[in-house]
């Protein structure tokens, strides 16, 4: 199996998501908050300042945003390194104005924590902890040295040194914490985008196969007829024309080649499992097609289809979804890849469920990870242990999480379990002692309209070429 992300999906390519113009409009709104909050305190609180510093400092910011309108179109995507740059920016003309207000005896001191935030959520973790060790020694810098904020009396306006340590190291914890909050958060949430993007492709992939067999089937069930009459027919000529070698021969070669077309659309049809008239498939059969690409891999797959209390003995029809097919499919896989020997696969009915049930007597799911089965684990590298586990697997760890939200589109709930304690002795563990999946749907969300309330299914749509 192959990796299904697209490259765009990558974390590194993340970088390249962010539009210039959103930076520059951020930095327009915290240009205009340092002019009105200079003004205010210079005309409202006559405080006094290097107000030719200070407008210096805001003057850069406006500088660059306008270079940056004028060079670069609207539109633009900026790197990583891009990122890095006008991020550093932003907290370094930031820290200069503080140097020129107070320091951290100025109140508006906390707003150093805005472009370590943007940094934690646009970045990726190295330049995030690279933004961090920035902003921790400006913060302490500032913390010793810079121009006290006097009054028109020539009074300085201080805080007492243990409420400064305390607001550089509430400062400090604050760019450590959201830091990491944030890059959490962020990284959930991407796990979780290129999650449902694997799930949607995996799926896509289902509907195509699907709609490809259903095409082959249309053309075999079509095409069925004519190549009869050609076999029948070169068969009497065949045997009317057995004195004349020649053209024998050719009887013979007419009724071979109807075979061969025969037998290349059966193959390539694979019994049309989207033919009208199989759009529906009884349980069994569509359990067994889930597991067919798994059943030559050195491992024994057992059914086992059993009526339960109230069901009929008579194995249920159900509706042929690709949802389902890939959804057991990858459960199958799973239980394959870590199987020691057996795989069982028991499917139980009864007159408003259908429940299956996929159990291995491998070494079962990690107990501290059972609770969270169903999330995506998106992974960049195999360990050596994966690779002589699974030889012949590629993904992205996202088996589990693409089957569960298959199933659940299609109406089901899946339960995880361990058939024993995975630390107990090998030898007092019984036969289906590993991974325990079930599934189960109420039966009116899967099965078919058969029966009293069946209706027609309607004649093939012909292929429009």
């Not at 586990?389 to 109406?411: D, N, Q, V, W």
């Amino acid at each position: 199996m192959t990796d299904p992300t697209p490259a765009f999906l990558t974390e590194h390519r993340r970088g390249n998501w962010v539009r210039l113009r959103t930076l520059i409009m951020l930095r327009w709104i915290a240009i205009v908050g340092q002019l009105v909050a200079l003004i205010v305190a210079q005309r409202m609180y006559n405080l006094t300042l290097e107000i030719g510093l200070c407008y210096l400092a805001i003057g850069i910011s406006v500088v660059g945003n306008l270079i940056a309108i004028a060079v670069f179109p609207e539109n633009k995507r900026l790197s990583e390194s891009e990122n890095i740059m006008m991020v550093l920016f932003d907290l370094l003309q930031l820290s200069f104005l503080l140097y020129l207000t107070g320091g951290l005896h100025n109140p508006f001191s906390l707003l150093i924590l805005g472009p370590v935030l943007i940094s934690a959520a646009v970045l990726t973790t190295g330049p995030t902890i690279f933004i961090g060790i920035i902003a921790i020694l400006l913060v302490s810098l500032l913390a010793v040295y810079h121009l006290p904020l006097r009054t028109e009396y020539g009074f300085i306006l201080r805080i007492p040194n243990i409420f400064i340590f305390g607001k550089w190291l509430a400062l400090v914890i604050a760019i450590v914490f959201l830091s990491a909050y944030s890059r959490r958060v962020t990284n959930e949430m991407h796990t979780m985008s290129d999650a449902v993007a694997a799930t949607q492709m995996a799926l896509a992939r289902e509907q195509k196969l699907t709609d490809l067999t259903g095409v082959v089937a249309a053309a075999a069930h079509e095409l069925g007829t004519p190549l009869a009459t050609i076999k029948l027919t070169s068969s009497e000529l065949a045997e009317e024309l057995i004195d004349q070698p020649e053209l024998y021969e050719d009887a013979q070669l007419i009724r071979d080649q109807a075979d061969r077309c025969r037998d290349i659309l059966r193959s390539m049809g694979r019994a049309g499992k989207a033919d009208m008239q199989v759009r529906t498939t009884p349980l069994s059969e569509l359990i067994r097609e889930a597991a067919e690409p798994h059943e030559n891999r050195g491992k024994d797959i057992h059914f086992d289809y059993t009526p339960g209390p109230g069901g009929d003995y008579g194995v249920p029809t159900i509706q042929r979804q690709p949802e389902i097919i890939h959804g057991l499919r990858n459960l199958i896989q799973n239980a394959v890849d870590f199987a020691r020997a057996n795989v069982w696969i028991e499917a139980m009915w009864t007159d408003d469920l259908i429940s299956i049930r996929i159990v291995d007597d491998g070494s079962g799911y990690p107990p501290q990870l059972i609770g969270r089965i169903g999330d995506p684990f998106v992974r960049k590298r195999r360990s050596e242990r994966d690779l002589k586990k699974r030889p012949g697997y590629e993904g992205m760890g996202l088996g589990l999480f693409i089957a569960k939200t298959l199933l659940e589109r299609s109406g089901a709930e899946l339960s995880f379990a361990n058939g024993s304690d995975p630390y107990q002795p090998r030898e007092m563990q019984h036969e289906k002692c590993g991974a325990v999946v079930e599934v189960v749907w109420p039966l009116s969300k899967v099965a078919s309209r058969t029966g009293r309330d069946s209706v027609p299914l309607g004649d093939n749509q012909p292929i429009e070429i």
